[in-house]
């Protein structure tokens, strides 16, 4: 069966990897991001059977994440398959973030995922299941100080996901929140952080294996909500 995959948040890193990777596995894949030359350009190249669809979308308006499912909905059909994977922040403290800064970070992390799932779901129960996959971050289960604005953001959308498992679960539609734990390998990201172990680095497409198999699992009853993603054997930054 070829699924229909949305890719909110899309950019170089665990987003290209994961279109790369469901592409590969026969979806097609829109991915959604405010950057229309590197998703068009990232569509072009996804490996076959799958094929790729570039949606331009700022997911902080409402309207435009409407738009962009209603055009998924005219290339692709109904869609099986969300990961919520943008992400804002400002890493700042309480007493230093204003409040343009907060509502940003809610507005991409918590209310972009929401109209997303919205959209994903009412397709999902109208043909009879689905996948919605949720990015998170340590800050989503533990505080780290100093970017509450973040913070709130990643709290709220994992008691989406949450919500949404517990209410759409026995209607066949699967939740999960990966929590990422450790710097995801991304381009320049070494450069940024010469003193840091290179095997500490969390490898893209690896991760994006991970994605895939949560998609994958068809058996209510071994469903995970939440899985953890970190460094290996190395010292995780969650524990």
Known sequence: MTRTA?????????GASLARKFAAEGCQVALFA??????????????DPG???????????VEQIQEGFKAVREAFGSVDVLV???SAASWKGIMDVSVEEFEQAWAVNGRGAFVCSQEA???MLETGGGTVIFTGATSSVRSLGGAIGFTAAKFAARGMAMDIAQ???????????VVIDGQIDTP??????????????????????TYWHLVEQDDVSTQPFEVHITNGPQNSEFI
């Open 188 to 209: 320049g990201v070494r450069d940024r952080f010469t003193d840091r172990d290179g095997e500490t680095f969390l490898n893209p497409d690896e991760m994006a294996e």
């Open 121 to 123: 779901v009412g397709d």
């Open 6 to 14: 949305v890719i909110a948040g899309v950019g170089p890193g665990l």
């Open 34 to 47: 405010r950057s229309e030359d590197y998703i068009e350009e990232l569509a072009e190249e996804l490996p």
């Open 167 to 177: 209410e759409y679960g026995p209607e066949g539609i699967h939740v999960a929140h």
């Open 51 to 61: 094929e790729g669809l570039a949606v331009q979308t700022d997911l902080t308006d």
């Open 84 to 86: 919520n994977h943008a």
